[in-house]
């Protein structure tokens, strides 16, 4: 479970993240909404330990963001960004491994879970393959294996279909669902609405920092009485625009 | 976060290290081009020198015309050693072809007129454009030269003058350098600054690559939410760095050794030239504690750098950081270094690989040497940790 209380960022000028509080529960995912520069980045750095937050907490799997830093990083896996990065040297495998070692994973476990996880996966073909000769999809499921390999309860996306064909987006949506049904709590963060609306349990809509909406997305069409969630999310961020 | 955890510090050192050595670049730029860099220079400066002065007299080919019979003065060169080639069907052609260096024509009264005390001439013909003949031609006037001061001499005696007259002042050379110190004075020249160079630029590749790179690449985020501490992460890439530019460093100092062990004429220096096993051991601490400091501040500066190639845009003028003090400490005889400079950072590295070439060991230099050394490792370590945690550097827009 993640709770989110009055999560602040200030950039030397630029309120980031202005008092951001939401809760999401054990197997939901949540859906961050936001236009370029609307702080989605900065919220779920800030949940991954990545930045100090100016002010507020976030209290994951009961434990203090701001007191127990390094058990929360136990607790949380990410993949940010659509070409997520890899060493391109070394093989997927040895890839994956250094980051299982860093989290204190017993080597020869993690090289265990590895192949287990390829499998399902259908990555063994490549597993020990160099990461720089792999191509782009392959490398989004080697980063997807590396972000949930010490096994979080938490998982953190942000934006982690920008820039992928169709096939490698349904992939990363097919993981997300995986993981919400092995019962992660999820912040997945979108710019696009259709997107959020075919994943997400419950929506919420950030601009400049600032929560400006928030629900499911059930409670969101009956509120504006409207199917086009789309358009309701152009309107609120539009409206808050010309303020 | 803060703790500095030896197990994260080893796993990311093994990794870099791999990573770094799987790339090709990396062999040739800090292992190859140090180690062959001062073979090839000694090749250049000293093969190219050696081929014009290899001309030893008794390989050098010269024609000899005698437009009369002048046997006394051709017995003379014949007593030099100078090689004469005869039975030439058209020696100006051989010249001209390279085959022989010069001709001498000597006119046909040339022996009489000396013998009578009269004043002869001669005519050497040689090719300007070629370097060996127009070697030849002062080869050969310098051995008409002495010719000519033994006719004089003769003269003298004859008209019963003490032919020192010619020579008022007599200056007399005596070197008393050993071998090995000439040696260690030829190594103390051009050493210290190839090491602290190679100390300097040999991690530069890696230090971009482990922190810009990083950023670049996209890993940087996943792995500072490892339980690794950046303290941890950054203490692993920075020995990787330190690691690299050592090996550069070993690596010149190897060229260096093997030039020295391959070329004949640097053999027999060699062969006088020993450093003692304290020596060596400085040495080394020396190349480490200058490797730590470079290490650390590239590692820095990475981390500042959004990309790689602003990586390298910052890191590149730290090669001037070095290159500075090498000069200005390579004309310096050791009893001119200050003492100030071994505790100046880089000056001291250099200053200290002075002595040891020199066969000095003065312990109060390396005492200062190494406690300030120590002193700076600490500081830009601290820096380089200090620009690890700061997220407006690691996070730059
Ligand atoms: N390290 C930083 N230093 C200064 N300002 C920053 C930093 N990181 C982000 N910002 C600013 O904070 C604001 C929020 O940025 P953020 O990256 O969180 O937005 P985002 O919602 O992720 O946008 P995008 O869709 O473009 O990724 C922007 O105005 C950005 O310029
Ligand atoms: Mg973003």
Known sequence: MVEVIGLTKVFKNIKAVDNLSFKVEEGEIYGLLGENGA?????????ATMLKPTSGTAIINRKDLIK??????????ILFGGESGLYDRLTARENILYFAELHDMDKEEADKKIDILARKFDMTEFIDRPAGKLSKGMKQKVAILRSIIHDPKVMLFDEPTSGLDVGSVREVHDFIRFCKEEGKTIIFSSHSMSEVEKLCDKIGIIHKGKLIEEGTIKDLKEKYKTDNLEE?????????IEV | MRKLKFKHVYIVLKKELKDIFRD??????????PALFIPIMMYIVIGGAESISEQKISETKIAIIDEGNNAKFINYLKSTGISIVTGLQNPKESLEKGDIRAIVVIPSDFDKNIEEGK???LTIQVDMSNMKSSNAENMIRGLIKEYANN???ERLIAKGIDPKILDPIEVKTENIASQSKMAGSFLAFIVPMLLTLW???????AAVDLAAGEKERGTLEPLLTTSASRLSIMAGKYLAVTTMALISAIASLLGLFASFSLNKDMASLNADFRLSTTAIVVMFVAAFFTASIFAALELALSAYAKSFKEGQTYISPLMFIAIIPA???MYKMPNEIPISYFAIPVFGTISIFKELLYGIINMTHIGIFVFSSIVYVAISIYIAALMFKQEWALFRV
């Open chain 2, 327 to 329: 000069y200005l400490v």
């Open chain 1, 68 to 77: 127990k830093p390094e058990e929360i990083r136990k607790e949380v896996g």
């Open chain 1, 232 to 240: 309701l999310f152009m309107e609120l961020v539009g409206e808050k």
């Open chain 2, 119 to 121: 004043n002869a001439d």
């Open chain 2, 199 to 205: 100390t300097a630029t040999g991690g530069m590749g």
């Open chain 1, 39 to 47: 702080g989605k980045t900065t919220t779920l750095r800030m949940l």
């Open chain 2, 24 to 33: 090709k670049k990396t062999w040739i730029v800090t292992i190859l081009l």
């Open chain 2, 151 to 153: 006719i004089v001499k």
